[in-house]
């Protein structure tokens, strides 16, 4: 018997002219590969810090305390609530489906954490931010850690923006 015409076999010939002859196809190939890199990093950075959190949720509890910014009935369920939210946007990141809204959802809590961090240095305070778990306070650690969510903002918008179904479809336009 012979082929269908449209059957799968001349989709993926179709796909592979169009790839080929459209350099816009081949460099958002490019950026689909730093797109899935960045997810899969950030996803291996969040859950092991969602992980190291619910190791100890009081000393977590106490870390939050320090920053002084929320209220104290606020405390309890942000240690508690923060880390399995943590755990499941980084898991989120690997499926392309739910990649685009995993990646909002670690961005805007990168910026949420930069805010504390900036807010907590701009009073002078030394305190241990609990992302990793327990540590030493320290200020020289906390700028890092600040510098750190300012990178996880730009990965994670990186991904949110090449997620974005319009990239998908202006990358294979002819």
Same mark, same amino acid.
Do not use: H
């Given at each position: 018997?012979?082929?269908?015409? &449209?059957?799968?076999?001349?989709?993926?010939?179709?796909?592979?002219? #169009?790839?080929?002859?459209? /350099?816009?196809?081949?460099?958002?190939?490019? +950026?689909? %590969?730093?797109?899935? $890199?960045? +997810?899969?990093? #950030?996803?291996?950075?969040? #859950?092991?810090?969602?992980?190291?959190?619910?190791?100890? @949720?009081?000393?977590?509890?106490?870390?939050?305390?320090?920053?002084?910014?929320? @209220? $104290? +009935?606020?405390?309890?369920?942000?240690?508690?609530?923060?880390?399995?939210?943590?755990?499941?946007? &980084?898991?989120?990141?690997?499926? /392309?489906? =739910?990649? !685009? #809204?995993?990646?909002?959802?670690?961005?805007?809590?990168?910026?949420?954490?930069?805010?504390?961090?900036?807010?907590?240095?701009?009073?002078?305070? =030394?305190?241990?931010? &609990?992302?990793?778990?327990?540590? $030493? @306070? +320290?200020? /020289? !650690?906390?700028?890092?850690?600040? &510098?750190?969510?300012?990178?996880?903002?730009?990965? =994670?918008?990186?991904? %949110?923006?090449?997620?974005?179904?319009?990239?998908?479809?202006?990358?294979?336009?002819?």
């Amino acid at each position: 018997m012979g082929r269908l015409v &449209g059957g799968q076999a001349a989709r993926d010939r179709r796909e592979r002219a #169009v790839s080929n002859l459209n /350099p816009i196809g081949r460099a958002a190939a490019r +950026s689909d %590969y730093l797109a899935l $890199a960045i +997810s899969l990093a #950030v996803c291996v950075l969040f #859950v092991v810090a969602g992980c190291e959190k619910l190791r100890d @949720p009081l000393d977590f509890a106490d870390n939050i305390f320090g920053f002084a910014i929320l @209220p $104290a +009935s606020l405390i309890s369920p942000l240690a508690l609530g923060l880390p399995p939210f943590e755990i499941l946007c &980084g898991l989120l990141m690997l499926a /392309p489906r =739910t990649r !685009r #809204v995993a990646a909002l959802g670690l961005m805007l809590l990168s910026m949420v954490f930069f805010a504390a961090l900036a807010a907590a240095l701009a009073r002078g305070l =030394t305190l241990d931010c &609990g992302c990793f778990g327990v540590g $030493a @306070p +320290s200020r /020289p !650690r906390m700028w890092l850690e600040a &510098g750190l969510n300012l990178v996880l903002f730009a990965g =994670t918008l990186i991904v %949110y923006l090449r997620s974005s179904p319009e990239m998908r479809r202006a990358a294979f336009a002819i």
